[in-house]
């Protein structure tokens, strides 16, 4: 029995109109697999609305009751698609997490996937030909609702590919794959035909809204192959998948950005052992995630420490160095707003050399700055001005050759 695994976003069934298109993608589906499993989002703008709501009724709106809330967006989307689908003369039927279930931790607005009764969802395509499951929710062992964090319905599909045997999975989406960079910025932008699942990480990992970083995760681990598509066109769309030398045989795969950024440095620390994990521990505890670290040593025995957050966490850091600084002899804490990453990515990095060597060749060529710099395996990260980030990624896209397939 051949089961296909969809999911839908919030765009793709935002009204009955879309829900029809939905519809006949389904039913053509039916006739290349036995069984479906459809995913779905709440519909566009509901999440949003119902977001809004609670905090009409409360200014700090308790987790637990906020994602019992905002999970009814897509209890609405899966009824109403079931019922589409049963008047079409297919046998449907809707699921909500906690029906299969989907077992969570307890981490309301950002839960993690534990368990899945495979069992049951097993059980229920012997009687039903497709089972339509509320993406973004879970639930815990003692059957509170929980959320999965904004892009959710994604890990909802892979994970339910992985634990039916790592099937197939199709992200339906509004846009028609994954492109080399932004199209919005960059017109050269070329869809890849196939894309790593770490080369796809790292770019979720950079803010690309184009899958959800832990359905990636799940992707890679189970080896579940994950189709990124356009609900709206036949356009094959983009697999992401393992890596091959044919991948590896590219220098770089995608320029990737981030302008959620804010860069905080404390000048004039004692250089003594220490003194890095007084800072970055407090942070750590707070649940604030850093991502580049620089720390400069001066030759009369202090140091500075600069890193980068999300903006959103800036004025919580803020307060947390208020307390730090003058315990471990900081002089001064500033920080700056003004600044975003561009990220050059590619599995063939790790085969080649000079990647980093031309990437700030042709940024300097241009007159942009770089002001910090950290790289992993298959990844190169600058930290610049603002301003220069469509410039610098346009500058990078051009330089790596991305607006042509060597391989086609």
């Known amino acids: 029995m051949k089961i296909l695994v969809q999911k839908y976003g919030g765009t793709s069934v935002a009204d009955l109109a879309c829900m029809k298109q939905v519809l006949e993608k389904v039913r053509k589906s039916l006739q290349r697999a036995d069984k479906l499993v459809v995913v779905l989002s709440a519909r566009a703008g509901d999440t949003n609305r119902l977001l809004a709501m609670a905090g009409e009724w409360s200014p ?18 899966v009824t109403l698609f079931a019922m589409l689908l049963i008047d079409a003369g297919i046998r449907a039927r809707s699921l909500l997490a906690h029906q299969i279930p989907i077992r969570t931790d307890d981490g309301h607005g950002n839960a993690r996937i534990r368990k899945i009764d495979d069992e049951m969802l097993r059980s229920l395509l012997d009687a ?32 339910l590919a992985a634990v039916l045997g790592s099937v197939e999975c199709e992200i339906y989406t509004d846009v028609d794959g994954v492109y080399t960079t932004d199209p919005n910025i960059c017109s050269a932008a070329r869809k890849l035909d196939r894309i790593a699942y770490s080369e796809m990480l790292e770019m979720a990992s950079m803010g690309a809204k184009v899958l959800h970083i832990r359905s990636v995760e799940f992707a890679q681990k189970y080896k579940v192959p994950v189709w990124v598509r356009s609900t709206f066109t036949d356009d094959p769309g983009t697999l992401v998948t393992q890596e091959d030398s044919t991948m590896e045989a590219l ?83 500033v920080h700056d707003l003004n600044v975003a990453k561009v990220s050059a990515i590619g599995v063939g990095m790790r085969n080649h050399s ?55």
């Not at 709106?61 to 906020?66: G, V």
């Not at 521990?281 to 649940?287: N, V």
């Not at 990647?355 to 190169?380: C, D, H, P, Q, Y």
Request: one cysteine or more; proline letters at 4%.
């Open 251 to 333: 220098l770089v795969s995608g320029i990737a950005f981030d302008k959620d950024q804010a860069r905080v440095t404390l000048h004039n620390l004692p250089d003594v052992p220490g003194i890095a994990a007084s800072v970055f521990g407090p942070i750590s505890e707070k649940g604030i995630l850093v991502d580049m670290i620089v720390q400069n040593t001066s030759l009369d025995g202090h140091t500075d420490i600069t890193f980068t957050i999300p903006r959103k966490d800036l004025n919580p850091t803020l307060e947390l160095m208020k307390e730090v600084a003058p315990k471990i002899g900081a002089t001064e804490v």
């Open 128 to 159: 039903h030909d497709v089972l339509v499951v509320a993406g973004f929710q879970g639930c815990t062992e003692d059957l509170r609702i929980t959320t999965l964090g904004r892009g959710g319905s994604d890990t909802s599909a892979v994970a």
């Open 354 to 408: 000079g990647v980093a060597a031309r990437a700030f060749a042709a940024l300097t060529g241009e007159g942009i700055n770089i002001l910090m710099i950290s790289t992993s395996e298959i990844k190169i990260t600058i930290l610049i001005r603002e301003k220069y980030v469509e410039l610098a990624v346009r500058i990078l896209h051009d330089t790596f050759g991305l607006d042509w397939d060597p391989m086609g």
């Open 60 to 77: 700090a709106p308790d987790k637990a009751e906020c994602d019992a809330l905002v999970s009814t967006g897509e209890q609405v989307a």
